[in-house]
């Protein structure tokens, strides 16, 4: 493949999940050695519903350290803030002109996140406008993110389209890549729900930043299905099977491998082998973390990502918004 051009970021809204890990960030640095990477914290995102400012800035940073704890590398992709880039707010708005209320109104997510509330945000409908915008801002050839947000793609690629079409070719139409396996890691108190970092049942998801102890209590509370055998079985067994993809993600064995390891053992000796597993994965991650906190680099890094998607930004958002017809500016 020759070289590509890619663009995801995460959400400073809660303390990231092992989903986010194993759905986009482990992800993220796979590609970083192929390909002109961009990835950022998504911060014009979380706003979209509400958060405390003093608990925003703590989550960016920490976002921001998590990735480079992860082993995304600063002198190879460029890591910064999205409200550091104008164009982001600015190009957002662009694309919301082009949206259809209907099309928003279709959003699963919208949905998944208004149900049941008396205020929803406007900036919550608008979301994807944002998100179309956020992608086709670098003109990205590639999208890693999990499989929750391919409905947020196609969105994306659709307004890309409707640009090119109505405005002459601006916009490259960009990709999903979405992994085959832990595309999306469940809820580990509802295995039809999506592991999620704003789920106020802290209970329900593994944080990176877990102590090994509160892994430990989170997978034995874990909630299972009927019988005892460890199989995988979305349909029958959902609980032990979304357990048996983290253990598979975290460890690098099979499914089946496992399956024979707990052939005849029951629940109770495979969770507490899965909390070591997740517990091991994730110590280098929290080691490499606390030295980043320690160290301050964090805002250099930042700086110098916000430069580098700046350059680029700016460019393609003149190109936008001159094929618009609005008058360019002096500067
Ligand atoms: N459970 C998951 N399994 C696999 N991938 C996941 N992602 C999120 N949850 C899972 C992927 O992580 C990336 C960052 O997502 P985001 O922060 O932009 O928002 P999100 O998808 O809405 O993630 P959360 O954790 O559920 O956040 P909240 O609770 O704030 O909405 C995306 O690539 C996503 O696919």
Known sequence: MSQ????????????????????????FVALQDEHECFFMVVDLHAITVPQEPAALREQSEAVAAL??????????AAIFMQSHVHGHSELGWLMTTLSYMGELERMTQFKDKSEGKDAVGAGLFVYPALMAADILLYNSNLVPVGDDQKQHLELTRDLAGRFNHKFGDTFVVPEPFIPKVGARIMSLDD???KMSKSNPNAGSAISLLDSPDEIRKKISRAKTDLGREVIFDVQNKPEISNLLSIYAQCSGQTIEQIQATYDGQGYGAFKKDLAEVVVNALEPLQRKYTDIRSSGAIHDILRDGAERANVVADKTLRAAKEAMGFLPSAR
């Open 67 to 76: 990735f480079v704890a992860a082993g995304i590398d600063p002198a190879k």
């Open 4 to 27: 590509l051009r890619v663009l995801s970021g995460i959400q400073p809204s809660g303390k990231l999940t092992l989903g986010n890990y194993i759905g986009a960030m482990r992800n």
């Open 191 to 193: 295995a039809s729900k």
